[in-house]
Structure formats: C-alpha cells, structure tokens
C-alpha cells in the first residue's frame, strides 16, 4: 500500500486545527415522528422528505416547513410488512432534482430463511410510487446494503452476497454492485466487486470524476483481521480495481462488528471514515485519497474524547463533507450515560472543525444520517428507543461564522 510524502503528512498534523466556522444547531432536538431507522433529504425549497420504518412498513413522509412540522405518510413497499431493517441493513433514499424518489429496502423472502433487495420509484415527488421489484432476483441472499446517484444520476446499489460462499479464502459473503441508466426502471445484471466480505458490515458507494465509481467495505484477512478497504472502478461500475486496504488497522476479531465504512467526495479528494479497535481502544477515523482511491493519506482521529465512536456517516455539505456518529460522553454515568449523537465536519484541505455534541432525548441515539441544502442548512436524525418505544428525532442546524455549541 503506498504512503504519501513527508509533507503530505505535515499536513495531516497540521489539519487538527480548528477551522473558523461551525455549525449552530437547535438547543434541544425533537421527536418528529413513530419509528425508526430514518433517512433526510432536504430540498432547496426547505422541503425535508424523512424515510423510515414502522411496524414492517417503509413510508416517506414530508415537511414543507423545514422540518417543523410533517405532513401524513405514504407507504413505500408493495406488500404489506415485508421490510427486514436493522442498523447496517437498514433502508436507503436518493433524490434526483427533477422530483424522482428512489427507494432500496431489505425484503423477506417466503419463508423468511432468506432476503432480497426490493426497489421501487416515484417521479412525482413522493407522493405515490411503482410496485416494487428485486435489485437482483438470481440471487440466494442479499443484505447490508447502500445505494447512491452518480452526478450523471445513474443509480447504484451495492450489497452483500451469498452466492459465493466456499469461493473466497477468508468471508463468506462477497460485495457486488448493480447500476440503473434508465431512472430506475431496472437494473443492469451485478458486478461482483470482492469476495472475502465481513458479512454484516454495509458497503458503502461514492463518486468522483466523470466515471469513477468507489465502493468500500469491511474485508476479513487472515487470523480474523477485518480492516476497511476500498475498490475503484474507472468505467462507470462496469469493472473493479482491487480494493485497497485503507489503513492497517489489524483489527483481530472473531466475529463481525456490524460496522461499515462511511464516504464522500469533494471534488477529486475522496474521504473515508471508519470505526475500529487500536490499541485497545475504540476508535473513529479520517483519511483521503487524491488518487482515485490508489493510496489514502495517514488516519487521523475523528471522536476526540468521545467513548465508543462508532457508525459515521459521511456527505458532502457545500465545499466541506459533513460527519455525524454516535457515541458516549466519557464523564457521563463512569462513561456509561446514554449514546450521544456527535457532529463535525471537514473542508477540502482536509482541516477539521471543532467536535459538537448534538446530544440525544434522554435515551440512547443510534445510526444517525445528514442531509445538507443550501445555504448552509442541516438536518441530523436518529433513532431513539424508550419503554420500546421508538421515535425518529431531528436536530437542525445552521452554519454561522465562529458558532460552536458550548454542549
């Protein structure tokens, strides 16, 4: 794996300075909705569409107010309480500016020993949408998946697959990955992209250039090493690199974390964030490549402080890429308090802001997402879980010069 040069590295150490502005968010978050497992998307018009899951069911539904208020939802999947989510396999959503809605969930198959990938559409802002169909029927099992629009909004979904147990050396599932060039109506047969996936880690796509695809994921190596790599196609997802080990990590564990890596792009730079153990220690990491994924820069640490950092999510926010994550306070309860949900975000020359803590209801926060409109408008969400009980919480924010919560 190729390092980069002593002065690429100064500039990493250089890049732990705080920049100049941050984000102001909501002094105390708000449950906006039943459910759980959420997706945003916000629109230049302050429109938020918010994805989610309840009682077996996936619905959309919309706030023309920014978020204040939501209006009644519209059920996503066709067959009434077929939607499997949990955690890394939970569903997606990408919105295409011409009023197109793009949905990818995890469906039972009959006799529930099994799942496939349902898809299904809108192309009228959301408000109906197609009979569903699946991503890739010839498949024995797909799960832990993602999906993403190309900035030529071709549609991707990348996943987990069964059908190549026995041929790999060290996991039992492979990543493959499907593209649709005509809006969703059906999609291109699979490509594979590696064997030797951690099972239950989701992948991750990301674009950069005219036709550079890159897809990341967790990858088992010998004596159960499961460290974070990354492949690269030049031809739009036709054919796939080797992946590239992102840092060497050697993250020995017997059993899958349930932990994937998380990316995005600004410009040709491509950042990738991960958890994993080091020295004995959970861990939330950065890195970047300006190669088109051939090397990456050295990891810095994202969760300064922060206890047990875990599931980033990445998106580029403007000329920055925004990171949310989940993790505890390390004072709170001997550092068992309940998970927080952190923000910060980084800017083209790789220097990051100042860690904010978002907080949470009271409960636990878990696998939180972004959504970036702007000018300078953000939208974080999570799942809280009380008396079993699960709600879809939001924080708002907006980018101020010089504003950092004092949380």
């Not at 459910?35 to 938020?48: E, I, K, N």
């Not at 890394?88 to 949905?103: D, K």
């Not at 402080?305 to 875990?310: E, I, Q």
């Not at 020359?349 to 409960?363: D, F, K, T, W, Y």
């Amino acid at each position: 794996m190729r390092r980069l040069s002593s002065a690429a590295a100064l500039s990493i150490l250089l890049s732990a300075a705080p920049v100049t502005d941050s984000v102001r968010f909501e002094p105390k978050p708000r449950a906006v909705s039943s459910g759980r497992d959420p997706v945003l998307h916000v629109r230049a018009s302050g429109a938020v569409s918010l994805l989610k899951v309840d009682g077996g069911n996936l619905y959309l539904e919309t706030s023309n107010d920014a978020g204040d208020s939501f209006e009644e939802r519209v059920r996503v999947n066709s067959t009434e309480g077929e939607v499997s989510s949990h955690g890394e396999s939970s569903p997606r959503l990408a919105i295409r500016n011409r009023g197109e809605f793009y949905v990818l969930w995890q469906a039972r198959k009959e006799g529930g020993e099994s799942s496939e990938l349902h898809f299904a559409r809108s192309t009228g802002w959301g408000e109906s949408f197609t009979k569903s169909f699946a991503v890739d029927p010839a498949s024995p099992s797909q799960n832990f998946f993602n999906m993403a629009l190309s900035p030529q909004g071709l549609v991707y979904a990348a996943w987990l697959d069964g059908r190549d147990r026995g041929k790999g050396k060290q996991g039992s599932s492979a990543v493959y990955i499907a593209r649709s060039t005509n809006k969703g109506v059906s999609f291109e047969p699979a490509v594979r992209v590696s064997l030797d996936s951690c099972p239950c880690c989701r992948p991750w796509i990301s674009f950069s250039g005219a036709n550079n695809v890159h897809v990341g994921w967790r990858r088992v190596l010998e004596e159960n090493i499961r460290d974070i790599f990354i492949s690269t196609s030049t031809d739009g997802g036709k054919t796939f690199a080797d992946g590239v080990r992102v840092a060497e990590d050697n993250w020995k564990i017997n059993g899958c974390p349930h932990s994937g890596p998380a990316m995005a792009s600004i410009g040709n730079r491509l950042f990738a964030s991960w958890a994993t153990v080091r020295d004995e220690k959970a861990q939330l990491y950065l890195a970047w490549s300006d190669d088109n994924g051939k090397s990456f820069t050295k990891r810095i640490t994202v969760a300064d402080g922060v206890l047990d950092p875990n599931h980033p999510y990445l998106i580029q926010a403007g000329s920055k890429v925004a990171i949310a994550f989940q993790g505890r306070q390390q004072k709170q309860n001997e550092g068992w308090g309940p998970v927080n949900t952190w923000y910060r975000e980084v800017d083209a020359a790789g220097v990051l802001s100042p860690l904010q803590r978002i907080g949470n209801l009271g409960a636990s926060a878990s696998y939180p997402v972004v959504a970036y409109e702007d000018p300078g408008r953000l939208f974080v969400a999570w799942t809280e879980t009380v008396n079993e009980k699960r709600s879809v919480v939001l924080s708002r924010g907006r980018r101020v010069a010089g504003a950092v919560n004092a949380r």
